[in-house]
């Protein structure tokens, strides 16, 4: 994928490439899971580091709609976070609540994320059920926030497909 990207892109992305480690702070949205099953937010956490970032922070919640906001809201004032990875709460459910907590506080969206997850979700694992995902991300005072659905295979389709490929590139852009 990387290397059919123009040249403008590739030097960016290269540039990308010399940050260091970067924060990232995992969130688990979930009326099921409990720190002890959090399967998918645990494989955030492995991904994050075989990638070479930092967890700066883990946290697990109820479909608790400002609950939820409001530690968004304190992990974009903390210097440590460079971006924040959601899980769970994206679905159609009435108790699906993270897209409504979280969107009000994004700045700028990034509609190819949910875009390209979609797409790829399509074609590698849900099918045409792809459609019922809410995942999207955007960027808040410097910070990436990422919201995926809450399920293991999505959060690995994710991250290893479209995330942490251009995690420092996209970190890179928004500190410009």
Partial sequence: MT????????????EGDKLAALGCAVVTVS???????????????QLVLAAGHRVA?????????SAVREHVRVLLAREDVDAILLTGGTGLSSR??????????????????GELFRVVSFQEQAGTAAILSRAFAGASRGTLIVSMPGSKAAVELALTQI??????????????
């Fill in 31 to 45: 009326d099921s899971r409990t720190e002890a099953n959090d399967e998918s937010g645990a494989l955030i956490q």
């Fill in 57 to 65: 922070d883990y946290a697990l919640f109820k479909n608790d709609e």
């Fill in 163 to 176: 995330l942490l490929p251009e995690l420092r590139h996209a970190i890179r852009e928004l500190r410009r």
């Fill in 96 to 113: 699906d609540r993270t897209v409504e907590a979280v969107r009000p506080l994004i700045e700028k969206e990034l509609p190819g994320f």
């Fill in 3 to 14: 290397s059919s990207a123009p040249e403008g892109t590739r030097s960016h992305r290269a």
